[in-house]
Structure formats: structure tokens, C-alpha cells
């Protein structure tokens, strides 16, 4: 899954895309990149974060393929599609509304395939769609009066806005990453370079306390959030019995300047 987010310090904007795999429902970190720019990504800047992770698997997991590549309205275009469907991937992209359905950029748009659907209804069209230069799925949900969630896909059409639904796990990631979380802004660095390195034990962190949710889980089941998205509760489980862990190292030895290593809590579940 590819995503990117953005947050202001100041007259500073920090720009992050990144590319992470999903697992039990939250996302984790693979590789990243600070875009030198406000606003959305470019194909070759997308195409270049690809294909740092392309090989990085070639080369260490030659045995696992990508099932699938999931992403927003903001990763679209005719050389991106090419660019997946040439390296194999399968693809399951949220497109605009107002896309057109043909080759040649004439025929329908989008929201045109699935106008007379109600609310809360989807539907599967009987044949396949040029989507930017590609024949793919296009499968439709009406979210509202006018506004609808229309996925482009060359996945099983009958389950690709279940599988969608998965995207939103990268979603959690920057939240746990940011203000619900490690609180990443609040180190007020607006540096690409030096953001990079910190998201290094950042990554590490988040994997740790995911991890521990997950062992949390299994003694005493963690209960979903009113959402029912059960990865979010699990790595907040986890972070808050780590920090509790901090805590307590910290208390033992008599405070920052009594720690063994000098440091606050959030330092010392960080560092560690």
C-alpha cells in the first residue's frame, strides 16, 4: 500500500511517501521517501520508491510476490498503470469520479456506471473498463448523494472493496506515527534527510509495540474500537505497556539524571 502525508511547521511543510505492506489490519513502514516538494507525488518519484522495495525483495525474499497494490485517488495516471501492470503487480487504485471509461478518452465517466444506485449500494459492471490505457474491473459504492467510491481493479471484482477497505491501514500508520502516537511533528525537524534516519527506530518502535499488542492479544484478548479495526488496538496496547515499561525503568533509576541512560521515557522506548 502507497500513501503519502504532509504536516507544517512553521512556514516548513514536510511531504512523506511512503510504501509499506499490510498485516493483521495495521500497515509497516518498508520504504519511504521526503518528497522536496508540497502537494501530490509524480510517477517517477512513485515509480522510484517501487522500485527500491522491488528489488530489496528480489534480492532478500525472492520466494514472496505482491498480491496486491492498493492506493488513493492520488496515485493514478496512464504511465503509473503501465508501470504496475508491466511489472506484474495486481492493481486495485481508487479512481475520480469523473475518469473516463474509454481508450481514447471519450464514452462515460465513472460516476456514470453506477448513477442510479442508492446509497450504501455497490454494484459490479458485466465487462471490463479502459481505465488510463488499461482494461480493469471497475467496481462502484455510493458513499453519499454525490459522491461515490469507485475502485479500479484486476483483482476478484466481487471482493476488491473488501480488499480496498485494507488501504486504511497505512492510514493507522501515520497516525500512530504522528499525534496518535510517537507524535513525530512534535520533534519540530523539517529536514528530509535527517526525518529519514528518525524514522528508522521510529519504524522499529512502532513494530515493537505491534508486536507486543499482538502477544497482549493472545493472554488477554484486546477488545476492536467502536470502528472494529482491531490492528489499531493492538499497537496502542502494546505502546501504552512499553511506555509502562519505560516508566519503570526510568522511576528505577531515581529520574533523567538517576536513568542509566539519561534519558525520558518516550527516549528510552525509542532508543531501545
Request: with cysteine.
Amino acid at each position: 500500500v502507497m500513501d503519502r502525508t504532509e504536516w507544517e511547521l512553521g512556514k516548513s511543510k514536510v511531504n512523506l511517501l511512503m510504501l509499506a505492506f499490510l498485516y493483521q489490519g495495521l500497515a509497516v513502514p518498508l520504504f519511504w521517501s521526503f518528497l522536496p516538494h508540497d502537494g501530490n507525488s509524480s510517477t517517477p518519484e512513485r515509480i522510484a520508491l517501487m522500485e527500491r522495495a522491488l528489488a530489496f525483495l528480489r534480492a532478500h525474499f525472492p520466494h514472496l510476490r505482491v498480491e496486491g497494490f492498493l492506493a488513493d485517488r492520488e496515485f493514478i495516471g496512464e504511465a503509473w498503470f503501465r508501470y504496475l501492470e508491466e511489472k506484474g503487480i495486481p492493481r486495485c487504485i481508487r479512481i475520480k469520479a469523473n475518469t473516463r471509461m474509454w481508450r481514447l478518452g471519450s464514452g462515460p465517466r465513472a460516476w456514470e456506471l453506477f448513477a442510479s444506485l442508492k446509497v450504501g449500494e455497490s454494484r459490479v459492471p458485466r465487462r471490463r473498463y479502459w481505465v488510463y490505457g488499461r482494461r480493469m474491473w471497475v467496481v462502484g459504492l455510493r458513499l453519499g448523494v454525490r459522491e461515490w467510491l469507485i475502485v479500479a481493479t484486476d483483482l476478484d471484482p466481487h471482493r476488491v472493496l473488501e480488499v480496498y477497505g485494507l488501504r486504511w491501514g497505512i492510514e493507522r500508520l501515520f497516525g500512530a506515527l504522528k499525534g496518535r502516537g510517537f507524535d513525530l511533528e512534535a520533534t519540530h525537524v523539517t529536514r528530509g534527510e535527517r526525518l529519514s534516519r528518525l524514522l528508522v527506530p521510529l519504524s522499529l518502535a512502532f513494530v515493537w509495540a505491534f508486536r507486543t499488542g499482538l502477544v497482549l492479544h493472545r493472554v488477554r484478548p484486546v477488545r476492536p474500537k467502536k470502528h472494529g479495526r482491531l490492528g489499531q488496538s493492538l499497537f496502542r496496547a502494546g505502546l501504552d505497556l512499553l511506555t509502562l515499561w519505560a516508566l519503570a525503568l526510568w522511576g528505577a533509576g531515581g529520574g533523567r539524571r538517576g536513568s542509566p541512560l539519561g534519558l525520558c521515557p518516550m527516549e528510552v522506548l525509542t532508543c531501545t
